[in-house]
Structure formats: C-alpha cells, structure tokens
C-alpha cells in the first residue's frame, strides 16, 4: 500500500501542476465516475446490501469494465467465506471485509480519495477511475515478494486482497494474527 500511497501523493502532487484545462477535464471526470448501488450485485447476501445502503456506500467501478469490486474470498482462515467491498462514500473509498458473511462489525482498510486513483487513458477512455480489488492466493503473494522485495510475507495459509491502482502498482492486503500487513502487489 505504501507504493499506492506514493503514487497518490506523486500523482495529486502532478495534478496541482496541471494546465487548467486538464484540472477541468480530471474535475469532470471525477463528477463522472461509475458507483453502483449493492443491490446490483446479486451475489452479495441481502445482510451485506442492507448494510451496505444503510452505510451509504456506493461501488466504485473501473472505466468501462464489467462490474468489479466486489468479491468473495478466505481472507481471515482457510475454510471461511468472506466479502470484501469497496464502499465509496461522498468521494472517499475504502475495502470493508465482512468476516464469515456477517454484516457485523465488518474490518475497513485501505482507505483514499476516489479522485486520487484517476487516471488517463486513450482519447476514446478520456480519464478513468482505476482501483480495484482481487483476492489473491499464495502464488501471487510469495512472486511478487521474490519480484520486487518488501515485507517478508508471514506464512501464507488463507487469500489476501490484492488493491491495485489499474496498470500502475499495487499492494496486498494480508490478515494475519489479528492485524492486517500491507505486502507486496504489483510494481
């Protein structure tokens, strides 16, 4: 996460020196970015929408992609089924993980600004909002620990949730021993 926040601070670093034309154009696009409401993912239990909408969350989505963000994985131990959002509310996002399918006392990482993970595209993608998370499997953990260097992973038993600036960096986010570790993503 560190590398993510580092691009973040570069990139509303960059955006302070950009021409007015293109501030108006990341304005706009800010206005513009996809958030669909928790009921449209019919996969999530009716428990974890309810709470959802009674938080005020909205889901972020990636330019024009499918519909993402929200996933299912064993993120706390192997055998447990848990849900990890990404709940934007008034311009700022976070990953709410809701432990065993419990709307209960749900863990919030990886909080930042919507407008902060914009990026350009190609003149026909104009400017875009680029975070997305994955669950990520042991594999991927333990190749890009020995790509890129970083923390030592703990020994991995269960997923962690990969938090990627699209194409730019990214970092995993690892639960273990009651604490959640920020690993190595992507470079």
Same mark, same amino acid.
Do not use: N, W
């Given at each position: 996460?560190?590398?993510?926040?580092?691009?973040?601070?570069?990139?509303?670093?960059?955006?302070?020196?950009? +021409?007015?034309?293109?501030?108006?154009?990341?304005? =706009?696009?800010? @206005?513009?970015?996809?958030? #669909? &409401?928790?009921?449209?993912? +019919?996969?999530?239990?009716?428990?974890?929408?309810? =709470?959802?909408? @009674?938080?005020?969350?909205? #889901? &972020?989505?990636?330019?024009s992609r499918r519909r993402g963000n929200v996933i299912k994985g064993e993120f706390a131990r192997p055998g447990q089924t848990d849900w990890a959002v990404l709940c934007s509310i008034h311009g700022v996002s976070r990953i709410l993980v809701f432990w065993n399918g419990s709307e209960k006392n749900p863990a919030a990482i990886g909080r930042s600004e919507d407008r902060s993970l914009l990026q350009g595209g190609t003149p026909a993608e104009g400017i875009f909002y680029s975070r997305e998370v994955a669950p990520v499997g042991k594999s991927f953990i333990m190749e890009h620990y020995r790509a890129y260097g970083g923390p030592k992973p703990p020994p991995i038993d269960h997923q962690g949730i990969n938090d990627a600036f699209v194409e730019k960096a990214s970092s995993v986010w690892y639960f273990y021993r009651g604490k959640w570790l920020t690993l190595t993503g992507s470079d």
């Open positions: 996460m560190i590398r993510i926040f580092l691009l973040v601070a570069i990139a509303v670093s960059a955006f302070a020196q950009l +021409s007015p034309e293109y501030q108006r154009q990341f304005d =706009e696009a800010e @206005r513009h970015i996809v958030r #669909i &409401p928790p009921k449209a993912f +019919s996969e999530l239990p009716p428990d974890l929408v309810q =709470e959802l909408d @009674r938080r005020g969350c909205t #889901i &972020p989505q990636v330019g």
